[in-house]
């Protein structure tokens, strides 16, 4: 049979049920999906068109970054080591006012995605304004994504009112629902920032739709506090309230739940995002990922902004995400090495609602592929293929990615973004942020 593409590699970590590891093996594609996976001695059933060797290689599910707002990238290190009040509301939203436009928007979201995919993520999950430059960006690259259409209770450069907000949400869902590499959210921005209303007018077309919701949910602790002696409920307590639980919500950061909380989640299917890196940066809180796994809940991997983290790094984030669970638990068995690296994959594309698609390497899935040389210092020697990706691996060993069947990192280099041009458009707006951001801190 002639197929597309055959990957050699030293070890395949598919992220199956069995928690499988292959050694000298083959994986098998057929245009943009995953066929089979194979002995390399036992090859003789496939003439492939190309052959790739990976021999000092582990693949690996491409990454799943599940929370980040792409486009600020552009504003890395702008104002750091701030609280999340005093960041957002002296530095970020201004600087967002003044400067984020479309140009904004698509060089910041072109800046993301050539990071995240030199560091091996294959799919994200966005929450930001002009979400169509975002999208464009998406198609240009290569790149899977779910763009979430923003809500907020406050005009921006992207709408000016809740009519604007939903009308564009459903006009971007329209023209991309048949493109294979684009999922649509609705994204309110967080409980203190959305009304009671306006989730009453969103809810109905998020199902009519068939959508999922991203939000930012109990991020701090005084968003927690300020919630209960306005609303008398903490955050999710509200949201119960207002009937928008369920499997379809993504909520991300969720920091210093309460058993009652917790149980709540787990009753109604909600999916949690955990972005350990910005929430340490922030001092916002620790998310209680043992308790929440131990519940049933299923907890997934984001970076959350590069303004908040400073950087898109999945592999950084989750070996994070592992320290903080045992530190948390007090239980060195927390989070082991091949849960960490389900956290970044396949539960990212379950709290999308793309796990039968991609998230492991399996026969039928999408071939979005992650290829990590482990023939490094940084690696060497290899006891356990999967300890040494989640507790040892560097994203500069990231050598290769594929994203359904397209190989947008051969080799170290970028195929499909010319780096030296993003690279010298985030320096022309580097300096207009600069200029800006002194203007207001003076005025201030």
């Given at each position: ?77 702008l104002a750091d080591d701030l609280p999340l009040d ?289 023939n490094s210092l940084e690696t060497q020697p290899v ?62």
């Open positions: 049979m002639q197929v597309s593409q055959q990957i050699n590699a030293r070890w395949i970590i598919p992220i199956d049920d069995a928690n499988s590891v292959y050694e000298h093996q083959a994986l098998i594609i057929q245009h943009d999906k995953i066929i089979d996976i194979v002995p390399q001695k036992n090859l003789s059933a496939y003439q492939p068109k190309e052959v790739v060797e990976l021999n000092d290689h582990a693949l690996i599910p491409g990454l799943i970054n599940a929370h980040t707002h792409a486009a600020m990238s552009l504003l890395k290190g005093e960041w957002l509301n002296n530095h970020i939203w201004p600087a967002e006012t003044a400067l984020a436009d479309e140009d904004f928007v698509r060089d910041g979201s072109e800046l993301a995605i050539a990071e995240m995919i030199k560091g091996g993520t294959t799919c994200f999950n966005d929450m930001y304004f002009f979400p169509n430059q975002t999208i464009a960006q998406v198609l240009k690259s290569g790149i899977r994504a779910n763009i979430g259409a923003p809500v907020i209770d406050f005009p921006t450069r992207w709408a000016k009112d809740l009519d604007e907000y939903v009308s564009k949400g459903v006009a971007i869902y329209d023209e991309t629902r048949d493109d294979a590499l684009i999922t649509i959210s609705f994204a309110p921005h967080a409980p203190y920032t959305v009304s009671d209303e306006s989730f009453k007018v969103i809810q109905p077309i998020i199902n009519e739709l068939g959508l999922t919701t991203h939000i930012h949910l109990h991020e701090t602790a005084k968003e927690v506090e300020e919630s209960i002696e306005q609303d008398k409920e903490s955050p999710i307590f509200r949201l119960k309230r207002l009937g928008l639980l369920g499997p379809d919500l993504m909520a991300v950061h969720m920091i210093g739940l309460s058993t009652d909380e917790i149980k709540l989640v787990a009753d109604f299917g909600v999916h949690v995002i955990h972005c350990p890196r910005s929430n340490l940066k922030l001092a916002s809180g620790i998310c209680p990922v043992d308790a929440l796994t131990k519940a049933g809940v299923n907890v997934a991997l984001g970076t959350d902004g590069s303004a908040s983290n400073n950087d898109l790094d999945m592999l950084s984030e989750l070996r994070t995400a592992c320290l903080i669970a045992k530190g948390e638990s007090t239980n060195a068995n927390t989070l082991p090495a091949i849960e960490a690296l389900k956290i970044a994959t396949i539960n990212g594309a379950k709290a999308l609602g793309l796990d039968k698609q991609i998230g492991s390497l399996e026969a039928g899935k999408q071939a979005d592929i992650t290829a990590i040389n482990l006891y356990d293929a999967v300890a040494s990706v989640a507790h040892s691996a560097s994203r500069s060993q990231v050598s290769d990615v594929w994203v359904a069947g397209k190989r947008l990192l051969d080799n170290y280099k970028l195929t499909t973004i010319d780096e030296p041009e993003v690279l010298e458009k985030a320096a022309k707006w580097q300096e207009k942020i600069k200029q800006f951001h002194h203007r207001s801190i003076k005025a201030v």
